[in-house]
């Protein structure tokens, strides 16, 4: 039997990300679970829930420009530490290593194996949070996570959250094709 657990939002896991912005002229990370996807199709818009209390948010509006940063496993401790500490109060930006690309304005990390520089397209609000919306004007992969020229999910071993447990999760195995696991069903 199926029981009431309150209004728990039981979307996880999602990817941990860090957004790397500059906030007045310094650069500053900060993790983000809370991401999501908005379109599939161009211009691909994908969304950040940050709360407003913290400090990558000033840059962000500042600029108009970020980047989100896709980690895999082997970085979970420096991860965590840019979501732990606040720029407002401790220099985070020599945490990881970074490089400007077209947009000049967002920093972007070398040290994962995914990226993705954006232009803020659009902030709605809430009473406690920003939600960003970013359109990607760029993506970079590390060669080696790339198979045929696709992002390989096995080779870039992306940390994943989870809020009920608090604990980073790892990726397990492919289980079946999507828009084909269900074909049989189709009457
Ligand atoms: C695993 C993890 C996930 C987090 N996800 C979010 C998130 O999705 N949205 C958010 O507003 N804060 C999130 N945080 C909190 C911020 O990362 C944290 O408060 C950070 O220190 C703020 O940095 P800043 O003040 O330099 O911007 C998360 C923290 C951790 C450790």
Excluded at 40 to 57: D, E, F, V
């Amino acid at each position: 039997m199926k029981k009431k657990i309150g209004d728990q939002n039981v979307l996880y896991p999602t990817p941990v990300t860090v957004v790397a912005a500059l906030v007045n002229g310094k650069v500053n990370f900060i993790n983000v679970a809370h991401v999501g996807i908005v379109n599939a199709q161009a211009p691909h818009l994908i969304s950040l829930g940050m709360n407003k209390a913290h400090h990558t948010n000033i840059g962000i509006r500042e600029n108009g420009t970020f980047s989100v940063n896709v980690f895999s496993i082997d970085k979970m401790a420096e991860v965590d530490y840019v979501g732990l500490v606040s720029g407002s109060k401790t220099d985070k930006s020599a945490v990881f290593e970074t490089f400007f690309g077209e947009l000049k304005t967002a920093p972007i990390i070398r040290d994962c194996p995914l990226s993705m520089e954006c232009r803020l397209h659009d902030t709605y609000e809430t009473k406690t949070h920003d939600l960003f919306i970013g359109e990607i004007t760029a993506t970079y992969a590390d060669e080696s996570v790339l198979t045929g020229g696709k992002v390989d999910l096995a080779k870039v071993r992306p940390l994943l959250f989870d809020m009920s447990s608090r604990k980073y999760w790892s990726l397990g195995t492919p289980v079946g094709d999507c828009w084909g696991a269900g074909k049989n069903l189709i009457k």
